[in-house]
């Protein structure tokens, strides 16, 4: 049995927003070494960070400033910072954080880093919501990162992000590109998306034969109203049971060890794969209706 310990870490704002992004920035990266660390000490083998993890969720604004936060990846400071981390504590860590190509061109990224501190490549957020509250489309250009699946130490790694989970495709994608084990970085609030929180990530764990962590932070954050961020944080297995489970209003760390034998018992009792019609699925890609 190969057995693989994963973590994820939700957290609050624990700044003011009238703060400039470079000191948030270093607020927020400050305030989650003490768990990256704790993962480390306690065996975790693969963490995942929220959603623009060392930001607050700025996207219910549209204001300029926030462009500010961007950075290089992976010759940024917060990818070389944690490519040290990861190398101390021998762990594969995504790092989702606001990323600039260039001058005016900005994604919603998640860089992934292995075990030994190398830079694996990264993930550009392919779905960009653009409705009252989320005007995400301000901030970020939608990624076209073509459902890479990363060959970390401990596993074949996948990265959907926030709002890509409501998109069956993409999941769909990431497990025919060989992913084993598939991230979920968030932030999203009560309302609907709470009752689909726990209601779509397991279905298209047990549809995909894949084991998914799904990360989301807590809390409020002022000046923007736009509702509570949940946490409940958790990873399931192929079979969509819950594993690990977080408070919906706490900093936490939590971690599950992943039989990862499970993705071929299920693939092999389950045969969604050998079943597909994928020359029947044509208006799924074609644009038609």
């Not at 993890?53 to 400071?77: H, L, M, T």
């Not at 989702?96 to 830079?119: C, H, K, L, W």
């Amino acid at each position: 049995m190969t057995t693989v310990r994963a973590g994820l870490i939700q957290f609050a704002l624990n700044t003011s927003t009238d703060e400039s992004p470079e000191a948030i920035k270093a607020r927020m990266i400050e305030a989650h070494l003490p768990l990256i660390d704790e993962a480390g000490e306690n065996g975790v083998q693969i963490l995942c960070l929220q959603e623009v993890f060392n930001q607050p969720y700025f996207c219910p604004s549209q204001d300029a400033k926030w462009y500010e936060a961007v950075e290089r990846i992976p010759d940024g400071p917060t990818t070389r910072l944690m490519q040290d981390y990861a190398k101390r504590h021998s762990m594969v860590i995504v790092v989702p954080i606001y990323e600039e190509e260039q001058t005016g061109v900005y994604y919603n990224t998640a860089a992934v880093i292995d075990a030994d501190g190398s830079y694996l490549g990264k993930y550009r957020k392919t779905h960009i919501p653009q409705v009252a509250g989320f005007y995400e489309k301000f901030f970020f250009k939608p990624g076209t990162s073509g459902w890479p699946v990363f060959d970390t130490a401990y596993c074949r790694l996948g990265v959907y992000i926030c709002y890509d989970r409501h998109f069956p495709e993409g999941w769909r994608a990431l497990a025919l590109n060989g992913a084993e084990y598939v991230v979920n970085p968030s932030a999203t609030v009560a309302g609907l998306s709470q009752y689909l929180w726990k209601l779509e990530q397991p279905a298209s764990a047990v549809a995909n034969g894949v084991f998914v962590g799904a990360c989301n932070r807590v809390g409020t954050e002022a000046p923007w109203n736009i509702g509570r961020f949940y946490g409940s944080s958790y990873i399931v297995d192929p079979r969509g049971e819950f594993l690990c489970e977080a408070s919906e209003d706490k900093n936490e760390l939590i971690w599950a060890d992943m039989d990862m034998e499970k993705v071929r018992e299920v693939r092999n009792l389950w045969q969604f794969f050998r079943d597909r019609r994928p020359e029947t699925y044509g208006i799924v890609s074609s644009g038609e209706f």
